[in-house]
């Protein structure tokens, strides 16, 4: 079992930045992806980034050379570097931790890219 609790969201303009952070109630060695998503209003939750347990990170096309995934196993956390964000960006963001039949989410938190 592990537990999630993500922080960091708030209120942007477009063109800003800020660091979502997910703390785990555990170390993340043996979590073998962590992912970030995120589900705007209306719409279906989608993936924005994953990190695997040996480091390889994909992102979705619409944040790639903006957003950087890492994790730190030891502490249990893993991070959302987002830049030059885009009144699109707004969103629910969800921390996600995935091994073969199970998945655990965090409770999100809410970015807000607005001028």
């Known amino acids: 079992q592990v537990q999630l609790v993500e922080s960091g969201g708030g209120l942007v303009q477009p063109g800003g930045s800020l660091r979502l952070s997910c703390a785990a109630s555990r170390s993340t060695f043996s979590i073998v992806v962590m992912a970030w998503y995120r589900q705007a209003p209306g719409k279906q939750r989608e993936l924005v980034a994953t990190?695997?347990?040996?480091?390889?990170?994909n992102y979705a096309d619409s944040v790639k050379g903006r957003f950087t995934i890492s994790r730190d196993n030891a502490k249990g956390t893993v991070s959302l570097q987002m830049n030059s964000l885009k009144l699109e960006d707004t969103a629910i963001y969800y921390c996600n931790a995935a091994n073969p039949g199970l998945t655990y989410w965090g409770q999100g938190t809410q970015v807000t890219v607005s001028s």
């Open positions: 990190i695997t347990s040996s480091g390889r990170i």
